[in-house]
């Protein structure tokens, strides 16, 4: 009988790629410790902890979503009545300059540009003092800024609209038409501005009631029609691959609507192009007699203070300050006692 045999058998525990636990072909991410994990369980494993803080973030945006849209339709429904019964140019022109100084949050029209985008404000208030009620404003020149709307919505905050543009710089204001005597530097103030040659003027008439009547316009006109255009998107990184369009229109309208033609029609300027209800019902006050609308525009790209300008041709014609502090203040702190609200009434 012969000898048993002994067989040896070495055992070869390098992983191969047909291994099973590598069936996703993915490349070991840990070699050695007390799990073996890959790159894929690595990412299905973060994925799962950023889970709770993912909804934990998004319960937290809810919440403040809610909060401020509850605090703007309070802020709304609060001032909406104030505006509405402004019997005095004083309790307006002192609303005016509290929406303007951000010291109040809701105004009939959007003043983003004169709240948000105009840090320089001190030529503004001079003008509102002397009856002058500033609508929107913009410098010109390339701008790359957050568009904001009449309402914020969550899908509004969450992914706001972004603009990148280029334009002319512009001015709109209201002021009552002058008609008493004493308020004939107020006529020759809009004498002036017709009369000039440096910027391009609109000035829209209209009768008590806020019906328009005609348009007056300054000899010079703007080589382009638009007085900005631009891209828009949710997404500010994708900006520069956005189709341009017309964000604002100038005082030529376009007849064919193609960016870069000249020729077309002079347009007036009226308190529906930015007021999103009737004046008649936001702002009685404003349209219970003749008034007109004035829109001041740059002739290039080139960056500009408007309201600068604006300030001193109202300056040559002998502009005064038609109303004082105290007595703004004093006529908007009544106007909020009338209506049971505790603001700040310092202007």
């Given at each position: 009988?012969?000898?048993?045999?002994?067989?040896?058998?070495?055992?070869?525990?390098?992983?191969?790629?047909?291994?099973?636990?590598?069936?996703?072909?993915?490349?070991?991410?840990?070699?050695?410790?007390?799990?073996?994990?890959?790159k894929?369980?690595?990412?299905?494993?973060?994925?799962?902890?950023?889970?709770?803080?993912?909804?934990?973030?998004?319960?937290?945006?809810?919440?403040?979503?809610?909060?401020?849209?509850?605090?703007?339709?309070?802020?709304?429904?609060?001032?909406?009545?104030?505006?509405a019964?402004?019997?005095?140019h004083a309790q307006?022109l002192?609303l005016?300059?509290?929406?303007?100084?951000?010291?109040?949050?809701?105004g009939?029209?959007?003043?983003?540009?004169?709240?948000?985008?105009?840090?320089?404000?001190?030529?503004?208030k001079?003008?509102?003092?002397?009856?002058?009620?500033?609508?929107?404003?913009?410098?010109g020149?390339?701008?790359?800024?957050?568009?904001?709307?009449?309402?914020?919505?969550?899908?509004?905050?969450?992914?706001?609209?972004?603009?990148?543009?280029?334009?002319?710089g512009?001015?709109?204001f209201?002021?009552?038409?002058?008609?008493a005597?004493?308020h004939?530097?107020?006529?020759?103030?809009?004498?002036?501005?017709?009369?000039?040659?440096?910027?391009?003027?609109?000035?829209?008439?209209?009768?008590?009631?806020?019906?328009?009547?005609?348009?007056?316009?300054?000899?010079?006109?703007?080589?382009?029609?638009?007085?900005?255009?631009?891209?828009?998107?949710?997404?500010?990184?994708?900006?520069?691959?956005?189709?341009?369009?017309?964000?604002?229109?100038?005082?030529?309208?376009?007849?064919?609507?193609?960016?870069?033609?000249?020729?077309?029609?002079?347009?007036?300027?009226?308190?529906e192009?930015?007021?999103?209800?009737?004046?008649?019902?936001?702002?009685?006050?404003?349209v219970?007699?003749?008034?007109?609308?004035?829109?001041?525009?740059?002739?290039?790209?080139?960056?500009?203070?408007?309201?600068?300008?604006?300030?001193q041709?109202?300056?040559?014609?002998?502009?005064?300050?038609?109303?004082?502090?105290?007595?703004?203040?004093?006529?908007?702190?009544?106007?909020y006692?009338?209506?049971?609200?505790?603001?700040?009434?310092?202007?």
């Amino acid at each position: 009988m012969s000898p048993p045999t002994t067989i040896h058998i070495t055992l070869d525990t390098t992983p191969t790629p047909s291994s099973p636990s590598n069936a996703h072909n993915c490349p070991p991410l840990f070699t050695a410790g007390p799990l073996d994990l890959n790159k894929c369980d690595a990412y299905c494993l973060l994925f799962v902890l950023l889970v709770p803080f993912i909804l934990l973030w998004l319960s937290h945006q809810s919440n403040l979503l809610n909060e401020k849209s509850h605090q703007t339709t309070e802020d709304e429904t609060a001032l909406r009545p104030v505006w509405a019964s402004a019997t005095t140019h004083a309790q307006l022109l002192g609303l005016v300059e509290q929406y303007v100084y951000r010291r109040i949050s809701w105004g009939p029209w959007d003043a983003g540009s004169l709240r948000d985008r105009w840090p320089e404000k001190r030529f503004l208030k001079r003008l509102m003092r002397g009856g002058v009620i500033p609508i929107e404003i913009s410098e010109g020149g390339l701008q790359t800024y957050l568009k904001r709307g009449r309402s914020d919505t969550w899908w509004d905050v969450l992914l706001p609209t972004y603009a990148q543009s280029k334009g002319r710089g512009f001015f709109v204001f209201v002021m009552p038409y002058p008609v008493a005597p004493f308020h004939a530097f107020k006529k020759a103030f809009l004498t002036n501005l017709l009369a000039q040659d440096e910027y391009a003027v609109t000035v829209s008439y209209h009768r008590s009631g806020g019906w328009y009547s005609h348009s007056r316009y300054s000899p010079m006109k703007a080589s382009d029609e638009y007085l900005e255009a631009g891209a828009l998107s949710r997404f500010g990184l994708l900006l520069p691959f956005m189709q341009d369009r017309v964000l604002k229109e100038g005082r030529l309208v376009r007849k064919d609507r193609v960016i870069g033609r000249h020729g077309g029609i002079d347009r007036a300027v009226t308190l529906e192009d930015f007021m999103s209800e009737e004046p008649g019902e936001a702002v009685p006050l404003l349209v219970s007699r003749p008034f007109v609308v004035v829109r001041v525009e740059a002739l290039d790209h080139t960056p500009v203070r408007l309201d600068e300008f604006v300030y001193q041709e109202a300056r040559d014609a002998g502009f005064i300050d038609v109303f004082m502090e105290d007595e703004l203040s004093r006529a908007v702190g009544g106007l909020y006692d009338e209506h049971g609200i505790r603001w700040k009434t310092g202007v």
